[in-house]
């Protein structure tokens, strides 16, 4: 649907946003955003935006990699003559791109910002227009019970409605269970993702299970606890607790929707843009609802740069009935202007008029 473009600059920048108090999850925390923001400009002049947010507790990707993979890019990139994104997207993809989803999703909505932009159309109904609302959660990280209960409070406070909680860390299930009877205590009508990272062992989330249980404490969706290849511990944990089950880790490709429809491990497929980018999740989306699985949409430690890409990506698709698009919110400097709005926990793209609208205060 685009006219032939030319690719004529293209940079590679290191984006260092501090955040409020370090993101903890299962598999360690984070205190600072070490994201990558990439500039692309097309020979008409429009430039788009894109970010890779690596986060090594989740994935094992570094800054580092997304820089290795996008400034390796640029030598080809540019003057490279295209009529259709997803071509250039899968050349990315076999030169080095792969290795990297963060530097693919980077360097997918930079090329998609700018070809939006340069047609006067709004990301959100590139991709479909199905809407232009979604409802986010808000995260509580891994903590004490005392921290946990603060942080629930200030959710409920900017009157965000659904209430995510990290589990797994150290601690075991006794100090998950205090953290969400915590919580419970001051929330005790918002709906509770409850997210693994897939660092719990089976016998920690049978524990975990039966503690909740007891406590009157019935979660909406357990999202990824046990290990990614632990499909049959995954359907088990669906057939013991009664609950939802989410695969994030376990998801990130149309293979592994495949594997997880057939193993009937899931329910809901957690799609992050930044595990394999744009054009991998159109397809992960497809395969998805052909299986009859949920949707969600999550995301890294990202600014609001990335996390509207994925707004964008959500509303215009439609469907997904859980987002977790919360990480601009605990980053405390943003150097963008433009993105989605917030109002409470309601997420609209509406007022995006060209591209993901979001660009650099220097820009």
């Not at 944990?237 to 592994?256: F, I, K, N, P």
């Not at 009937?264 to 394999?276: E, G, R, T």
């Not at 744009?278 to 009859?292: S, Y």
């Not at 990506?313 to 989605?340: I, S, V, Y």
């Amino acid at each position: 649907m685009f006219a032939p473009h030319t690719i004529r600059g293209f940079e590679v920048n290191l984006l260092d946003i501090p955040l409020y108090a370090p993101f903890g999850i299962s598999g360690g925390a984070q205190a600072v955003a070490n994201n990558v923001l990439v500039t692309l400009m097309l020979a008409d002049g429009t430039t788009g935006y894109g970010e890779a947010a690596p986060l090594p507790p989740y994935n094992g990707e570094t800054q580092a990699d997304a820089v290795g993979v996008l400034t390796a890019a640029r030598s080809w990139l540019l003057e490279r003559s295209f009529t259709d994104w997803r071509v250039v997207a899968e050349e990315f993809r076999r030169l080095g791109g792969g290795g990297c989803g963060s530097a693919q999703y980077a360097f997918e909505l930079a090329l998609l910002d700018a070809l939006t932009r340069s047609a006067g159309l709004p990301l959100w109904k590139y991709f479909g227009g199905a809407s232009t609302t979604l409802e986010t959660d808000m995260t509580v990280t891994t903590g004490s019970p005392a921290e946990a209960a603060e942080a629930a409070r200030a959710i409920r406070a900017r009157r965000i409605r659904q209430i995510k909680v990290k589990v797994g860390g150290a601690g075991g299930p006794e100090h998950d269970l205090a953290r969400l009877t915590a919580i419970h205590a001051v929330a005790p009508t918002a709906p509770l993702i409850l997210d693994g990272n897939a660092g719990l062992s089976r016998g920690h989330a049978s524990t975990l299970v039966s503690g909740l249980r007891d406590r009157g404490i019935t979660p909406v969706l357990l999202e990824q606890w046990l290990a990614k290849d632990d499909l049959a511990g995954m359907r088990a944990l669906r057939e013991e607790s009664g609950w939802t089950v989410a695969a994030d880790e376990s998801v990130c490709s149309v293979q592994d929707v495949e594997r997880i429809a057939a193993a009937q491990a899931a329910q809901v497929i957690n799609i992050k843009l930044m595990k394999a980018g744009i054009a991998t999740a159109l397809d992960i989306v497809v395969a998805a609802r052909a299986a009859g699985l949920g949707l969600m949409i999550g995301g890294n430690v990202e600014s609001i740069l990335a996390m509207t890409g994925s707004a964008c990506f959500a509303t215009g698709q439609g469907g997904f009935q859980f987002a977790d698009l919360d990480t601009p919110l605990f980053l405390a400097t943003n150097p963008f202007t433009g993105g989605f709005a917030l109002d409470g926990g309601l997420i609209s793209v509406a007022a995006i008029t060209a591209g993901h609208g979001v660009q650099p205060h220097h820009a």
